[in-house]
């Protein structure tokens, strides 16, 4: 062959290859949904947590780049794509005509962060559209998929709303539950519970904090609600450390059903408390404001500096530990032991979507066998009368119910201290047959929102609910 005729050949080769990446000058938003994507894989594909990822100081370099105001928008758009990823799976499985490549993993990423904006968002259709095709175009593994995308989602936005539209609210939350916790969830509480407790994680809840005192003055400087407590729930906008308040270290945040633990350890004022795996320190804090002598224990070091950190913005002082509590022996035993222990979070899916695409089946059986050995342990840091508050925030019974029926059996040591209505501030329907706490997200389901001020609209729903929370509560014999 010619030297010319080679040369032909290659430039008709180069035609028919698809065209790589080409820089391109960046449309406004693109940043922003590009980072989305990425963000959206790392939580899918790699099983990472969200808040780690939209650290502004550790998370991804496409998301540190991006403006406050954009990170802001990552934040909703990857969010709202988690609440509602399986209604999004649902509607391409009937949208698409043909199925792309399972591994063709920015594709299907790009594809949802769009169609959260479509479907759920006040974004408009053509903007969704227009940037999720330039994003795989100017991706080399995705460039061949544009026009795929394109027509999907421009389908999406015509007939994507239509969907639902014969199915009930209950069927379109459980669509959004992976297989293996909507089994247990059903299992556990039945099914009217499941679906219930399945609609309030579509929902982005309003805040709760747990103020140091005056509950009801609070509740009025920040527009809330006092549920119970030092509990307060309230849906002020803005960054909370422009809030009244909180620079004078007069609350934190914290979920009303994680208020509950310490309370449920009934007067601990200057008795001898052990707080384990204490940090961020929202028990900690409600410890020394009840008046206990508290030393908090903290394996991870970064965890123990932001303990210190909070209470130091709170005025509050405790015995700061770092060390592993499975190893680590204290020169005389406690009065009380708070052991908030690690567990797979699925008690908080309503402000942490994420957690239900990281973790697994496998993951609340090996976390049940590590709070039974961890209970064990914390009951050897007890002087003989003392009080072990077991606690943690998952909704599976396995990490609950199941642990502490095994310890019953083979602890003798411990005695379960059954609890009360009086204990919950009269609230039945918290306490199971069992004599622990158990809260879902279905409860606390009638707080009445505080009257809108400005002419702001408050969505009713928003304020209804409380994280998933499990307790139980023992005595040393």
């Not at 792309?100 to 759920?120: C, D, E, G, S, Y």
């Not at 934190?252 to 204490?278: E, I, Y």
């Not at 770092?322 to 222990?341: G, I, K, Y």
Request: one cysteine or more.
């Amino acid at each position: 062959m010619s030297a010319s005729a080679k040369s032909n050949a290659k430039r008709s080769n180069q035609r028919c290859k698809p065209r790589a990446s080409v820089a391109t000058p960046d449309k406004p938003g693109l940043a922003a949904r590009v980072a989305a994507a990425q963000v959206l894989t790392r939580v899918i594909d790699d099983k990472r947590g969200l808040d780690g990822l939209l650290d502004t100081r550790h998370g991804p370099q496409a998301y540190r780049d991006l403006s406050e105001q954009d990170q802001g928008l990552v934040r909703a758009i990857v969010t709202t794509a988690l609440r509602h990823r399986g209604e999004i799976d649902y509607a391409f499985d009937r949208l698409m005509d043909r199925k792309p490549p399972k591994k063709a993993r920015h594709l299907h990423h790009t594809l949802h962060v769009a169609a959260a904006q479509i479907l759920f968002m006040d974004v408009p259709e053509s903007a969704a559209v227009d940037l999720a095709v330039t994003s795989l175009s100017q991706e080399p593994r995705s460039v061949r998929f544009s026009s795929l995308g394109n027509a999907v989602l421009r389908r999406m936005a015509r007939e994507g709303g239509k969907l639902f539209s014969r199915m009930d609210a209950g069927a379109r939350a459980k669509l959004n539950m992976p297989p293996w916790l909507w089994s247990r969830l059903k299992k556990g509480y039945g099914q009217e519970r499941a679906e219930k407790s399945a609609l309030m994680h579509m929902i982005e809840p309003v805040l709760d904090i747990t103020v140091k005192e005056n509950p009801e003055n609070w509740a009025e400087k920040l527009g809330g609600v006092v549920l119970a407590g030092n509990s307060i729930r309230t849906g002020r906008k803005g960054s909370i450390s422009e809030w009244e308040g909180y620079e004078d270290g007069a609350w934190w945040v914290q979920d009303f059903a994680a208020h509950l633990p310490v309370h449920l350890m009934g007067n601990v004022a200057g008795k001898r408390v052990l707080d384990l795996c204490a940090a961020p320190g929202g028990k900690t804090a409600q410890l020394i404001a009840a008046g206990a002598n508290v030393t908090a224990v903290e394996q991870s070091h970064d965890r123990l500096e932001r303990l210190a950190l909070n209470l130091k913005r709170l005025g509050m002082g405790a015995d700061l530990v770092q060390a592993d509590m499975m190893e680590w022996q204290p020169a005389l035993p406690f009065d009380c032991v708070l052991l908030d222990a690690p567990c797979s979070s699925t008690g908080t899916i309503r402000r942490h979507p994420d957690v239900q695409w990281t973790k697994s089946k496998e993951d609340v059986a090996a976390l049940a066998e590590l709070q039974a050995a961890m209970v064990r342990r914390a009951a050897d840091f007890l002087q003989p009368g003392g009080q072990l508050l077991f606690s943690n925030c998952s909704i599976d019974r396995t990490e609950g119910e199941d642990v502490v029926a095994a310890l019953i059996k083979d602890m003798p040591s411990l005695k379960l201290q059954p609890f009360s209505a009086d204990d919950v501030f009269g609230r039945a329907e918290l306490v199971n047959g069992q004599g622990t706490v158990r809260t879902l997200p279905c409860h606390l389901d009638q707080v009445e929102p505080p009257e809108a001020g400005d002419g702001e609209a408050l969505d009713p729903r928003a304020y209804q609910g409380m994280d998933g929370f499990f307790a139980a509560r023992f005595e040393r014999i």
